[in-house]
């Protein structure tokens, strides 16, 4: 070999290691995260030496994201408003109707909510879990940089999209996006699941759906399953002039509590057991039944939110959103 062949080679060796790193680190940074707060306890950061203000500037990288809102007392919906699923003709389609081994594009928008820190190259990481809430990690579908922008600039927020093709056994798919910034301002916001499942019934007919519970602390817990008719409101509650950021969250919190959106009493929807104890390795079940209306219309569709927590802590495990659709 010489010379120019062999530094041909090396150079491509080195760029083969460094574009393998690349892909590994958002993942490596996860695990990290994941084994530092199963042993400190889901809400702690990771230890760090002081910088002084002003001189770190640090993105703050969301979407929305069940867990954290969750931790504020607000109903969610599991039907992710940042999530969009396409086929690969561009036709927007359901996780609840995908086909087995086919190809289709998953676009995640992510938000920024520094004013003064872009992320340039943020890993997103797109991930399929088993049905249910919680649901345990499948396989990792793909991850994707991008350049997020400071907030309000032109492109934030920023889409990011893969290419997935489902596995080849028709099943519920269930998709959780990760925006991965290793140094996020706030990184509880930073993860968000897609997750539903559509039930087609006539009037009269009483329906049944198996929530399968996963704790990824592996732990025995005791949870408490919560039913409710939560949709997201037609407009969002923005922040009034000289309404201090503080403020504003408590009336977005106040107006989506989960008290104010019970389950629709003419659906008799509800769950086998509002609390339910895990066995060791984290795992469990629950049965959320409905009936539809004997009035209820041809075409119309309700939703109820199954939604998992810990009794313990109120520390959010998972849900799912049941689409009920009347035929």
Same mark, same amino acid.
């Given at each position: 070999?010489?010379?120019n062949e062999? *530094? ?7 760029? @083969?290691v460094?574009?393998?790193f690349?892909? *590994?680190?958002p993942l490596l940074c996860r695990r990290l ?6 042993r400190t306890?889901? %809400? ?9 203000a002003?001189?770190?500037?640090r ?6 994201s069940q867990?954290? *809102?969750m931790?504020?007392g607000?109903?969610? =919906?599991w039907?992710? &408003?940042?999530?969009?699923?396409t086929?690969?003709?561009?036709n ?5 109707d995908l086909s087995?081994? =086919?190809?289709?594009? /998953?676009t995640?928008? /992510?938000?920024n909510?520094a004013?003064?820190a872009p992320a340039p ?6 991930t399929? #879990?088993a049905?249910?809430a919680?649901?345990?990690t499948?396989q ?6 991008i350049d997020?922008? !400071?907030?309000?600039?032109p492109g ?5 999209? !893969? #290419?997935?093709?489902?596995?080849p056994?028709p099943?519920?798919?269930?998709i959780e /996006?990760?925006?991965?910034? &290793?140094? %996020?301002?706030?990184?509880i916001?930073? !993860?968000g699941?897609?997750n =539903? ?6 009037a009269?007919e009483?329906l049944?759906v198996r ?14 399953a919560?039913?409710?008719s ?7 509650l923005l ?7 503080a ?5 977005v919190?106040?107006?989506n ?9 003419t ?6 057991a509002?609390?339910t *104890?895990?066995? @060791?390795g984290?795992?469990?079940?629950v %049965?959320f @039944?409905a009936?539809?209306p004997?009035g209820?219309?041809?075409?119309? @569709? ?14 959010a /495990?998972?849900? !799912?959103t049941?689409? #009920?659709?009347?035929?």
């Amino acid at each position: 070999m010489n010379p120019n062949e062999f *530094l041909k080679a090396l150079v491509d060796m080195l760029q @083969e290691v460094a574009s393998a790193f690349l892909r *590994l680190f958002p993942l490596l940074c996860r695990r990290l995260r994941d084994c530092w707060r199963q042993r400190t306890g889901p %809400d702690q950061a990771l230890p760090c030496l002081p910088i002084p203000a002003g001189v770190w500037l640090r993105p703050d990288a969301y979407l929305y994201s069940q867990r954290y *809102l969750m931790s504020l007392g607000m109903a969610v =919906t599991w039907d992710n &408003p940042d999530v969009t699923l396409t086929d690969m003709a561009g036709n927007v389609v359901g996780s609840h109707d995908l086909s087995p081994d =086919t190809k289709y594009r /998953i676009t995640a928008l /992510i938000h920024n909510k520094a004013a003064d820190a872009p992320a340039p190259g943020l890993p997103v990481v797109f991930t399929l #879990i088993a049905f249910g809430a919680g649901g345990a990690t499948r396989q990792t579908i793909g991850v994707t940089p991008i350049d997020l922008p !400071v907030r309000a600039a032109p492109g934030e927020p920023a889409p990011a999209s !893969v #290419i997935w093709t489902t596995p080849p056994v028709p099943d519920h798919y269930c998709i959780e /996006i990760d925006a991965a910034w &290793p140094d %996020d301002a706030f990184p509880i916001d930073n !993860v968000g699941q897609h997750n =539903t499942v559509v039930r087609r019934a006539g009037a009269g007919e009483r329906l049944h759906v198996r929530v399968p519970i996963h704790d990824r602390y592996a732990q025995q817990t005791r949870v408490q399953a919560r039913v409710d008719s939560y949709r997201l409101p037609a407009r969002p509650l923005l922040r009034e002039e000289g309404q201090s950021r503080a403020a504003h969250l408590e009336r977005v919190v106040q107006a989506n509590a989960a008290e104010r959106f019970p389950a629709d009493p003419t659906w008799g929807a509800g769950v086998s057991a509002r609390e339910t *104890l895990l066995d @060791e390795g984290g795992h469990g079940a629950v %049965d959320f @039944e409905a009936t539809v209306p004997a009035g209820a219309a041809a075409g119309s @569709e309700q939703r109820f939110n199954v939604s998992v927590h810990d009794l313990s802590s109120g520390r959010a /495990i998972g849900g !799912v959103t049941v689409i #009920i659709q009347v035929t």
